[in-house]
């Protein structure tokens, strides 16, 4: 269950939640299971987060640190991630469905039965990301960097 702390403070704007996060760089965020959906949280630092199970539909998580967040079984379908870093987080199970993920960086993202159908990886980093049994169906992965994923 996701920390009201947590919720309260990110309900009060990114540039309070970041201010917020440089002052207690040790604490791991706690959205699990929240409802967060359509919200604005563009370069929002949200890395470390625990997102397991969150609602995060519509959002836009434009240049947002997501790096080693944990987003397993996530919903985020036709949320916008243009630019969002999120290098080895975990995305098992995650319903990226319609996302864009433009310019996004999921380097060493474990991806394993992701759904990105119909996704915009246009330019995605995707190098050592793991992407089993992951569904790709009418995802545009023009110029993305595959190097070094595993693709089963």
Same mark, same amino acid.
């Given at each position: 269950?996701?920390?009201?702390?947590?919720?309260?403070?990110?309900?009060?704007?990114?540039?309070?939640?970041?201010?917020? &996060?440089? +002052?207690?760089?040790? @604490?791991?965020?706690? /959205?699990? $299971?929240?409802?967060?959906?359509? !919200? =604005?949280? *563009? $370069?929002?630092?949200? %890395?470390?987060?625990? /997102?397991?199970?969150?609602?995060?539909?519509?959002?836009?998580?434009? $240049?947002? =640190?997501?790096?080693?967040?944990? #987003?397993?079984?996530?919903?985020?379908?036709?949320?916008?991630?243009?630019?969002?870093?999120? $290098?080895?987080?975990?995305?098992? =199970?995650?319903? #990226?469905?319609?996302?864009?993920?433009?310019?996004?960086?999921?380097?060493?993202?474990?991806?394993? +039965?992701?759904?990105?159908?119909? %996704?915009? #990886? /246009?330019?995605? @980093?995707? *190098?050592?990301? &793991?992407?089993?049994?992951? +569904?790709?169906? !009418?995802?545009?992965? !023009?110029?993305?960097?595959?190097?070094?994923?595993? #693709?089963?």
């Amino acid at each position: 269950m996701a920390n009201p702390e947590h919720l309260y403070i990110l309900q009060q704007g990114v540039p309070g939640w970041n201010n917020w &996060r440089s +002052r207690n760089p040790e @604490d791991r965020p706690d /959205f699990s $299971g929240a409802d967060l959906v359509g !919200k =604005d949280l *563009s $370069g929002a630092d949200l %890395s470390r987060g625990n /997102f397991q199970g969150a609602d995060l539909t519509g959002a836009n998580l434009t $240049g947002c =640190d997501l790096r080693v967040a944990n #987003l397993t079984a996530a919903r985020l379908p036709a949320a916008i991630l243009i630019r969002a870093n999120l $290098g080895l987080a975990d995305l098992i =199970d995650a319903d #990226l469905r319609a996302a864009n993920l433009t310019s996004a960086c999921l380097n060493g993202a474990n991806l394993r +039965r992701a759904d990105l159908s119909e %996704s915009t #990886l /246009f330019e995605t @980093d995707l *190098s050592r990301a &793991r992407l089993i049994d992951t +569904r790709l169906s !009418k995802a545009d992965l !023009k110029r993305a960097d595959l190097r070094g994923a595993v #693709l089963v």
